[in-house]
């Protein structure tokens, strides 16, 4: 006889119910409830969320999971340098990191504090489209932090096996790349404006 | 890196170098898994893709496969059947060979008597046999030891095999989850560019040397060269390795060639046919299926493959050269971190 059923006769034969609280069932109950199963993020989910997979569907979500890696990393753990090669994309799944640029490696420090980058934010996406990439920023997790990267020969893997989700996962990172671009175009042609303003003044 | 870190780092080095070390001294072992590995390798493409896609595709595959295996599989079978026919004729001829054999060198040697007036006093003839018989003798006592190890074979292979098919994918993640996180990209790329490489390589070998073998013995049949099938089947088999191979390929031609009393067989039509073959494999066989796989220099394929037999035999000669290759693709990415770094 199941919980409920039991609590529900005694409750109509008007018996008292006990004081003893069954937890392994409260515990389904909370596991089991709405409330919980959104706190208790799965990749699914994590990935439903994200910009660059808008446009895959439910099944292409669950397929791409399968070519990922999770890799766990304490804090001020490095993730790499700038400068070292690159071969994967990372999402970050828990966590945060910090960017750091201009990062010299005859003085001992990371360089210069660039950016922090929180859950479902991504990096590395050079690392997977150029042939011989080299990281142009160090990044070191902040705090315990799980990424989910994707790297060149799981790109591949994909390509082969299922080659419209590749084709898609490719179009959204050129994408991201391209809107990276255009950002840096605007920055550079913001800053010219200055240096041009600053040699008036001159 | 903190301390855990290094820990971890090193622990990680000392179990890949023990487990290299384990693999050197059970060759027992090694050799058996890794004829597994390499059969797993060769069939992955064709079994990565019978578990991906739609029906439709799923079953061109298999079909595909099915022809690709009747058409290569035909002239092996052709030639393993008919070579156990060509080895009893061989046998049978063997005593008239040694006949003919010692003959002609007592031709030679009156002759060189007579026109130098040097007297042979080595017999190479009576030796060369000596050392057939010897190595007859060895094959009858080593057998028991062949058939132990043959046994093993048939044991472990499958069990390998099982166990790649069906639990390599979980093994391999686990593998990989096991790596430090400051070499895990690198080591993940390499081990992937290896295994892509190897089963590359070991495929186009296999199909280079199926197409030499059935060349060679295609041209045998046609000029009615005796043996066909035990010579195009040698031929194949050592096509396998690089530069040398097909010189030590011609030699048991040449051999039936110089002993043999038919009128039509002639060295030169014999010549002619494994140049031809070998040509084709050199222009169009070998640029459009090894070439691109494999790219170093001869002196160091030769040297691997003497390395390579001297570590693991026939199955070392095989798969030295995708190690080396490898390797060095392993060099070259220290070499431009080291260059990056400096």
């Known amino acids: 006889m199941s919980y409920e059923k039991e609590i529900m006769e005694k409750s109509e034969k008007g018996e008292s119910l006990g004081e003893r609280l069954d937890i392994p069932l409260l515990k389904y109950m909370w596991d089991a409830s709405p409330i919980s199963f959104y706190n208790k993020e799965n990749y699914h989910d994590f990935f439903k969320k994200i910009s660059v997979l808008s446009s895959f569907s439910d099944n292409e979500i669950r397929l791409f999971t399968k070519f990922l890696h999770r890799r766990e990393f304490m804090p001020n753990e490095t993730i790499f340098k700038q400068g070292d090669s690159g071969y994967g994309f990372y999402f970050i799944f828990n966590g945060a990191v910090d960017v750091y640029a201009n990062h010299n490696p005859q003085i001992e420090s990371n360089g210069e504090f660039v950016i922090r980058l929180d859950k479902r934010q991504f990096f590395g996406e050079m690392g997977l489209l150029e042939e011989f990439n080299r990281r142009s920023a160090t990044i070191i997790a902040a705090e315990n932090t799980v990424l989910l990267g994707i790297f060149k020969p799981d790109l591949e893997r994909m390509l082969e096996m299922y080659p419209v989700m590749g084709a898609k996962f490719l179009r959204e990172t050129a994408l991201i790349m391209a809107n990276r671009m255009g950002q840096l175009t605007r920055e550079i042609i913001a800053l010219k404006k200055r240096v041009k303003e600053l040699e008036q003044r001159l | ?342």
């Open chain 2, 1 to 342: 890196m903190n301390k855990n870190q290094k820990i971890k780092l090193y622990l990680f080095l000392f179990i890949s170098a023990a487990t290299i070390v384990f693999a050197i001294l059970f060759p027992r072992l090694t050799l058996p898994f890794g004829f597994s590995y390499i059969i797993y390798l060769m069939s992955r493409p064709f079994t990565l893709r019978l578990t991906t896609g739609s029906t439709k595709q799923r079953l061109g595959y298999f079909f595909l496969m099915i022809i690709g295996i009747f058409f290569l599989g035909l002239p092996i079978f052709a030639t393993l059947h008919n070579v156990d026919t060509d080895f009893s004729s061989l046998s049978s001829h063997l005593p008239e060979l040694q006949k003919t054999l010692q003959n002609k060198y007592f031709a030679f040697k009156v002759k060189v008597f007579e026109d130098y007036g040097w007297q042979l006093n080595v017999d190479p003839v009576d030796y060369l046999i000596r050392k057939i018989e010897g190595f007859g003798a060895f094959l009858l006592t080593s057998f028991p030891n062949y058939l132990s190890s043959l046994f093993e074979w048939f044991l472990l292979v499958p069990l390998f095999l099982y166990f790649f098919f069906m639990e390599s994918h979980r093994f391999s993640r686990r593998f990989l989850e096991a790596i430090p996180n400051p070499i895990f990209e690198k080591c993940y790329v390499l081990f992937s560019q290896f295994n892509t490489k190897f089963g590359e390589y070991i495929i186009a070998k296999f199909i280079e040397a199926t197409i030499l073998g059935t060349l060679v013995t295609g041209g045998l049949l046609v000029i009615g060269f005796p043996y066909p099938f035990i010579l195009g089947f040698i031929a194949g088999i050592t096509n396998i390795l690089p530069y040398i191979g097909p010189i030590i390929g011609v030699v048991p031609a040449i051999f039936v060639a110089l002993l043999s009393k038919d009128p039509n067989v002639t060295m030169l039509s014999m010549v002619i046919i494994y140049s031809l073959a070998n040509l084709i494999d050199m222009v169009l066989v070998f640029p459009l299926l090894v070439s691109k796989i494999v790219n170093l220099h001869p002196i160091v394929v030769v040297v691997s493959i003497v390395v390579g037999s001297q570590v693991g035999g026939i199955i070392g000669v095989i798969v030295i050269i995708p190690f080396i290759a490898f390797f060095k693709l392993l060099f070259k990415e220290i070499y431009k971190d080291l260059s990056v770094n400096l």
